[in-house]
């Protein structure tokens, strides 16, 4: 698996992952802060990560070529 296609993999789980907890918010699913804590921090996370990949691909696919 070339880099670009491991890129694309772990944004669309991240993504994927940050939709369903976003869900969970909106629902009105969380029972306790705590949880409700941990599920923002999990998407602080999430954000986080994928503004690393995204910054460290830049230029990336131009070596590729």
Not at 6 to 11: A, E, M, R, S
Not at 37 to 56: L, N, P, S
């Amino acid at each position: 698996m070339d880099a670009i296609h491991l890129v694309d993999y772990l944004l669309k789980s991240i993504r994927e992952r940050d939709a369903r907890l976003k869900d969970r918010l909106a629902d009105n699913s969380v029972q306790t802060f705590e949880e409700y804590r941990y599920i923002v921090g999990e998407i602080r996370g999430m954000a986080y990560v994928e503004d690393e990949i995204k910054t460290a691909m830049k230029g990336l696919e131009y070596e590729d070529d």
